[in-house]
């Protein structure tokens, strides 16, 4: 899986977007984005994927860049439920099983 | 939304003992995962089960590890003599089929493994 690059922390004002970016320069053809989250003492949470395209469901948008080289995760109006460690993972479409591979992620912090 | 369960939340074992951690995964999922993190660290892959057989396993995953699905709903990571380094939260997913959009996994809240 190729490698991904996300700031170590970051704040964002309760009720603004939280802009959370990625870099994965080394990321090839067959490569989707996916994101996920862990809340304190919980288990991680999947928030969205894509390929290409903007893709946005309940919880987030996501925003590839042309070249794919990099990514933004979108909260649109972020809550203090928010505040959590947030994984960026570039993992290829493999048959069988797909293990996770996490990083240090981002450690937003929504502030009140 | 279906969830994943895990039991229990919290176990508290003398080192050397066995200890077993129980996850309920998804019904309709075919694929099972452990993970572990140790406080303060990233969550790492130990292995990975589909149709009865491992799929996958980390270099953790070593002999004083196995895992079972003893009937259809439940999943089991047993660990046979354990060791302090052992203490961590232990996380059971499941995912619903091979591959990108459907891959993405379904985790359950953990359980803290304490080694005394």
């Known amino acids: 899986d190729a490698k991904t690059t996300q700031p170590p922390s970051m704040d964002c004002a309760e009720g603004r977007a939280a802009n959370l970016p990625c870099n994965h320069s080394t990321i090839s053809g067959n490569e989707y984005v996916y994101w996920y989250r862990q809340i304190h003492s919980q288990g991680p949470q999947y928030i969205i994927h894509?390929?290409?395209n903007n893709e946005t469901n309940e919880m987030a948008s996501l925003i590839i860049t042309e070249d794919r080289k990099s990514s933004t995760l979108i909260l649109p109006h972020a809550t203090l439920r928010d505040t959590a460690v947030y994984y960026c993972?570039?993992?290829?479409?493999?048959?069988?099983?797909?293990?996770?591979?996490f990083g240090t992620g981002t450690k937003l912090q929504v502030i009140p | 939304e279906p969830e994943v369960t895990q039991t229990p939340s919290h176990q508290v074992t003398q080192m050397g003992q066995e200890v077993i951690l129980r996850c309920v995964p998804i019904s309709n999922h075919l694929y099972f995962y452990w993970y572990r993190q140790i406080l303060g660290q990233k969550v790492e892959f130990l292995v990975s089960?589909?149709?009865?057989?491992?799929?996958?396993k980390s270099e953790i995953f070593d002999d004083q590890f196995s895992v079972e699905r003893p009937d259809g709903s439940n999943f089991t990571l047993k660990i046979r003599s354990t060791k302090l380094e052992d203490s961590a939260m232990y996380f059971c997913?499941?995912?619903?089929?091979?591959?990108?959009?459907?891959?993405?996994?379904?985790f359950g809240d953990g359980t803290r493994l304490s080694i005394l």
């Open positions: 089960f589909y149709n009865n057989e491992i799929s996958e």
């Open positions: 997913a499941s995912s619903e089929a091979t591959g990108a959009p459907k891959g993405s996994q379904h």
């Open positions: 894509g390929l290409k």
């Open positions: 993972i570039v993992r290829a479409r493999v048959g069988g099983y797909q293990k996770v591979t």
